[in-house]
């Protein structure tokens, strides 16, 4: 009986690779943050199979926006470099030893700013395929700018600041003594140099007594944490070129002249001292600024957004089979591949659902929970739901996007947007007749962006859409708080209503 039971074990052991490989679903899974890296350096975009598997006899293709073009392809056990963009070749490496563990990490050296974006990273076996994703963020902080002198027009002196070696373009701005923003008066261009990096170049009229200026400039693409990256000028006063003409006459009318020279020098030393302190005042004054602009919803104006709540629920005849739904309709996370029947309604590359309810007349608000990575809106009901496309209004999608360390509307080409209003909720409100939409920061009531004359068939539905690429964390629908108010109320006539509140 002792050796039929030992038997026994020995044949399910030997049964049970098989019987967890029919249970647990494999799949790719890429990176969860952007990563960061500056142009000349390296950088591994990290990708793997989970539960690990072997991807040696696997075909594993890295690529961006093009399949049929790859960033890197092994195949057949060896790199095919006859097919790799020629942009990438020589630059792109996949460790053998790592594809035995299901490694697809690749490195990528000597980096360059067209390097910037998403990549794509597919593992099969002709029977079964996975797909993750890594972005890679590529910036550079340009130098410190310098103002000089650039000639006279009239009576005007024109003041030229130059910073070269950023990407993606900063913003520029222009100060004078008092903290106040002259930007307006400016002009600015910018150039791209043999290594795709880019030089500012700006000049502004000012009179020689003006007095102090500085020029300020400010990274549009932050780090991670948040933190806003800026260069700001050395002051520049006009009227120190008119003393050193003057020194240079002194001292070659008389040399008896010095100790008074040596006493202007010192006045004039102590006032540029004066000047440089109180222009980079006005730089940090102007940036405080520009930190504390957020403009928040009038209450009353909020009452009329949340008079138009809408209950949403996603569909799950439109999800991508990576999509788990929760069964209320209300969740949706990253959860791997689900085999779901194909239909010209479900997404089939993005991950992506759009709700059951759509629009056509009327307004709508609905609000929103996010996680770390997202992209979210509304799309038009003929809008494309198969194969690669951009979230962009002419493909008939409204949206914003986010992947934690920036934060765009999806504009052609993309609006940045200030990370401080990036929401933990996030409200949508669709006005059919006014043919725009409008997303708010729920916990403070800011206004994000606004899409205005969408372009919509006569009849054709709008529908909300949902994105996301977070396997830790639920995208969840909420239902907005609702609050007492006439919901005939306009935006104007709320905010007078605010208006007259305030001045009682």
């Known amino acids: 009986m002792g050796r039929f039971l030992k038997r026994l074990c020995l044949f399910f052991l030997s049964f049970l690779p098989v019987i967890l490989t029919q249970t647990v679903k494999r799949v790719v899974i890429g990176s969860k943050q952007p990563l960061v890296a500056f142009p000349g350096g390296d950088v591994t975009l990290p990708c793997h199979i989970y539960p690990r598997a072997s991807a040696v006899d696997m075909e594993v293709r890295w690529y961006r926006q093009v399949i049929q073009t790859p960033v890197h ?40 700013v067209s390097d910037n974006g998403l990549y794509n990273c597919l593992a099969t076996d002709g029977l079964w395929y996975g797909r993750g994703q890594a ?9 410190q700018p310098t103002v000089t002198l650039n000639g006279t027009e009239a009576e005007q002196t024109r003041l030229l600041c130059r910073s070269e070696g950023w990407y ?28 795709g990096l880019l030089r500012v170049s700006s000049h502004i009229p000012v009179r020689p007594q003006s007095g102090v200026f500085a020029c300020v400039l400010r990274s549009t693409a932050p780090e991670s944490d948040g933190e806003t990256q800026v260069r700001v000028s050395k002051d520049f006063f006009p009227a120190v070129s008119g003393w050193a003409v003057t020194l240079f006459i002194m001292l070659g009318l008389a040399v008896a002249a010095l100790p008074l020279l040596v006493i202007q020098w010192r006045r004039m030393n102590k006032l540029e001292k004066i000047c440089e302190r109180n222009a980079m005042h006005a730089a940090i004054f102007i940036l405080q600024k520009e930190q504390d602009a957020v403009r928040h919803t009038l209450t009353s104006e909020w009452q009329w957004l949340s008079s138009a709540a809408a209950a949403v629920t996603l569909d799950p005849d439109t999800a991508h089979g990576e999509l788990t739904l929760s069964e209320d309709g209300m969740k949706m996370r990253v959860g791997g591949w689900h085999s ?26 609905w609000e929103v929970e996010s996680n770390g990575m997202w992209t979210m809106g509304v799309s038009r009901e003929s809008a494309e739901r198969k194969g690669m496309f951009s979230f962009t209004p002419r493909e008939g999608y409204w949206g914003l996007e986010t992947d934690s360390s920036s934060f765009c509307a999806l504009t052609a080409p993309q609006t940045p947007l200030p990370l401080r209003l990036l929401p933990q909720t ?55 708080q609702l609050c007492t108010s006439d919901s005939s109320l306009t935006p104007e006539a709320a905010r007078a209503d605010n208006d007259k509140t305030l001045k009682e």
């Open 168 to 195: 993606p373009p900063p913003a520029l701005t222009w100060a004078d003594g008092h903290g106040n923003d002259v930007t307006a008066l400016s002009s600015t261009a910018v150039e791209r140099d043999s290594r």
């Open 135 to 143: 972005e890679l963020v590529v910036r550079a902080l340009g130098s």
């Open 73 to 112: 392809l092994y195949e057949d056990g060896r790199d095919r470099t006859d097919v790799q963009d020629r942009d990438y070749r020589s630059r792109t490496y996949l460790d053998r030893a790592g594809l035995h563990d299901g490694d697809l990490s690749l490195k990528l050296n000597n980096l360059q």
């Open 426 to 480: 996030l409200g949508v409100c669709v006005d059919m007749e006014e043919r725009q939409v409008s997303f708010y920061k729920v916990e403070s009531r800011a206004h994000i962006y606004t899409f205005t004359a969408m372009d919509l068939r006569e009849g054709e539905k709008i529908y909300p859409f949902f994105r996301t690429l977070d396997w830790n964390k639920d995208l969840v629908l909420l239902s907005p």
């Open 340 to 365: 779901v029947p194909d239909s010209p309604r479900r997404f089939d590359y993005w991950d992506c659902a759009v709700s059951r309810e759509g629009f056509t007349s009327g307004r709508h608000y």
